[in-house]
């Protein structure tokens, strides 16, 4: 199994930018995590979906913010204007209804915007 | 609301020292599963073990050991005689929708593990 597959591993970009970071769910996992890390916050949930649907996008920080997820296989979280103070790492992660809440964590995006 | 508390932001031990990280949780369900990630230098996230709220058997794999207490919302992490490979921060992770919804996740505790 390859496990979550995230794109790309490392992104810079200038302030302003449109960012669209990518995601590839283990096959057969129902639910996909994306989560983001900062110093100052720690690893903080932004959205989930379960079945293609999202569920809860209460953790979004902004509008700025949109994720999708148009099949079982990708999902896309996008940033649109970027500022600076998104420069943090992003994991996507996946998990299946049996895992019993085990979540499987790709390697995550490092962007940075300056 | 859910809630994870890691007090110890730093540790620093000599190698072949037991080293016990410290982890605090808060929720208002009754059934919940407690984690364990390591987080190397690497950054990737490393699942450790899973615990439920049904199973306070402790639980031992190599030098690895963990110590869940309900009546004390505690779930510590024991290393034994610590190596240098287990320098990373360690993250304890809390989630109490069944599988379905995502990881509340402590602040995290770094290992040094110095030779």
């Known amino acids: 199994d390859a496990g979550v597959i995230q794109s790309p591993r490392h992104e810079v970009t200038e302030m302003g930018q449109e960012v669209t970071l990518r995601c590839k769910p283990i096959?057969?996992?129902?639910?996909l995590f994306w989560y983001r890390q900062t110093m100052m916050r720690g690893l903080e949930l932004l959205i989930y979906f379960n079945n293609n649907v999202p569920i809860d996008d209460s953790g979004m920080p902004e509008d700025r913010f949109s994720a999708k997820m148009p099949n079982a296989s990708f999902s896309t979280l996008k940033i649109q204007p970027s500022e600076p103070r998104d420069s943090a790492v992003y994991f996507c992660?996946?998990?299946?209804?049996?895992?019993?809440?085990?979540?499987?964590f790709g390697q995550g995006t490092r962007l940075t915007v300056v | 609301a859910q809630k994870v508390t890691q007090a110890q932001t730093e540790i620093s031990v000599v190698e072949k020292e037991d080293v016990t990280l410290d982890c605090v949780y808060e929720t208002r369900d009754t059934t919940y599963y407690l984690f364990w990630y390591k987080q190397p230098p690497s950054g990737e996230l490393v699942f450790l073990i899973r615990r439920n709220s049904f199973d306070e058997q402790n639980e031992i794999s190599g030098r690895y050991s963990w110590n869940f207490q309900k009546s004390t919302s505690s779930f510590n992490f024991t290393i034994t005689a610590s190596q240098v490979v287990d320098s990373a921060v360690y993250f304890c992770a809390l989630n109490s929708g069944g599988g379905a919804d995502g990881l509340t996740f402590g602040k995290g505790t770094h290992l040094i593990i110095q030779p």
């Open positions: 096959s057969g996992h129902n639910s």
């Open positions: 992660a996946s998990s299946h209804p049996e895992s019993y809440a085990e979540a499987f």
